[in-house]
């Protein structure tokens, strides 16, 4: 008798229901019933269907051992016999045809050669490029700050702090500014006369500057920016704005 039959046989002369044997083995009610009825293409692999008749026939105090070699055999009648396809004669290429260049062959080398060409022709551009800085635009300093337009100023804090350092030294100098890893500041720098940087600098990146005459240095967090001048650390005025800092090479 077929698996499924047996089983379904089984369950009734013990008067269970599909009900029952699902919450005993924990196997869907439509798959149980799939699996009586031997609807195999409703199930899963045949590894789990093998899981299932051998929880099916624990539960009902069955030997799976027969019931898993019967499902063998009704599997393997049912799995079609593969079919090879013999060609009715066998086909011999003319001999022109042998040495010809295949089609896609063509196709291929239409496609690829433009592009091997475009590949040079960029190389050739980017060894020949010109990569110096282009001039930094003159601006029109403005009169005030409004920190509530700047990136990273909270809106409440509306005032600029400014600070003053004049060293004397009457030559340029170098000057690093740098945001303390894991914040960011909003930064304006102008290096005499023109404006050099304007924008939020990410933590843990730095900006360096040359300056000839004055520099001016605009920090929306001043408390997460270090300023140096040739090395030297500068102070940074920390209020609750915008902080601003002028260094000038002025002679003594």
């Known amino acids: 008798m077929p698996v499924g039959k047996t089983l379904a046989a089984e369950r009734r002369s013990q008067n ?3 009900t029952e044997i699902q919450a005993q083995t924990r196997i869907m009610g439509r798959l149980l019933d799939a699996l009586e009825h031997e609807r195999w293409d409703e199930l899963p692999a045949p590894v789990y269907v093998k899981g299932y008749i051998q929880n099916y026939a624990e539960v009902l105090g069955l030997d799976p051992a027969p019931l ?3 499902y063998r055999r009704d599997r393997d009648a049912h799995t079609p016999a593969p079919v090879m396809h013999i060609p009715d004669r066998a086909i011999v290429p003319h001999r022109r045809e042998v040495h010809a260049v295949p089609r896609t062959v063509w196709i291929a080398l239409a496609v690829i050669v433009p592009l091997i060409a475009l590949v040079i022709w960029g190389i050739a551009a980017l060894v020949g490029r010109d990569d110096s800085p282009p001039p930094i635009p003159p601006v029109t300093p403005s009169p005030s700050v409004d920190a ?3 990136p990273g100023v909270p809106a409440d804090e509306a005032t600029v702090t400014t600070g003053t350092v004049s060293e004397g030294l009457g030559d340029a100098f170098e000057l690093v500014i740098s945001v303390r890893a894991g914040e960011s500041s909003w930064l304006s720098v102008t290096v005499d006369g023109l404006t050099a940087y ?6 843990g990146q730095e900006k360096t500057f040359s300056v000839s005459e004055e520099a001016i240095v605009r920090v929306g967090r001043p408390q997460s920016v270090s300023i140096t001048r040739d090395g030297d650390p500068v102070d940074v005025p920390v209020g609750t704005g915008v902080a601003e800092v002028r260094l000038t090479a002025a002679d003594e």
């Open 16 to 18: 269970k229901t599909l």
């Open 68 to 70: 898993l070699d019967e």
């Open 148 to 150: 509530t337009t700047l």
């Open 198 to 203: 304007e924008g939020t600098l990410p933590g």
